[in-house]
């Protein structure tokens, strides 16, 4: 099952139990409980660490600015990034170039990726965590570049499909037709890879 941590984060609940390699059998109940409890203590600190590295990786991350057709750009984040500072960098990126985005703040634009509206509270790592998915498969898959000249070798992409930036504005005027009629709100409830043609014309 999916859970939520302190932090906000999301992933599959695992238990950390003891290491089965150490023979405490030897030891009193008292002494073998508080090794059993440190040996505990340092597994979820080693994991806590891994989480914090794998949030802290960087991703080259490529869109495309959607107002009726594509113009491509990209911005790097970390898996730690929300959407909104991702939204934060991408609205940096455009004011420059288009007339329509001067005046917008990150709450007017939108993020769809695998045709998913992405709620903007979110974070990268959480949609890797959760494997989340669309109708037409994972949302994202970070990968590392290869074989490319001037690339950091720890530097991850995303080798699906370009998601899209769009204002709210644009959606809300054309949301009857392609491809935002195609969008649908991100459901992490939702098993997309049970989906079938049938339940798309019961909806």
């Given at each position: ?10 992933g ?46 960087k ?14 750009h ?6 730690g ?12 990126e ?22 998913l509206?992405?709620?903007h ?47 709210r ?33 019961k909806?």
């Open positions: 099952a999916v859970v939520s941590t302190q932090s906000g984060h999301y599959r609940g695992k238990k950390i139990g003891k290491n089965p390699h150490v023979n405490t059998s030897f030891l009193p109940d008292k002494d073998r409980e508080a090794l059993e409890l440190q040996e505990i203590e340092n597994l979820k600190k080693e994991w806590l660490e891994k989480q914090t590295e794998i949030k802290n990786q991703v080259e991350l490529t869109f495309n600015y959607w107002d009726g057709s594509g113009h491509r990209k911005v790097l984040v970390t898996k990034n929300t959407i909104e500072q991702f939204l934060t960098k991408a609205l940096e455009l004011t420059s170039q288009y007339p329509d985005v001067r005046c917008a703040s990150v709450d007017m634009l939108m993020f769809i990726k695998a045709d509206i992405i709620p509270h979110l974070t990268f790592y959480q949609f890797e965590q959760m494997k989340a998915r669309g109708e037409k498969g994972p949302v994202f898959r970070f990968v590392h570049h290869k074989d490319e000249e001037n690339k950091a070798p720890d530097l991850l992409k995303d080798d699906l499909q370009y998601g899209k930036v769009t204002l504005s644009w959606y809300e005027r054309n949301k009857h037709m392609f491809p935002a009629n195609q969008w649908k709100a991100f459901d992490p409830e939702v098993n997309w890879e049970k989906y079938t043609l049938e339940q798309t014309f909806r």
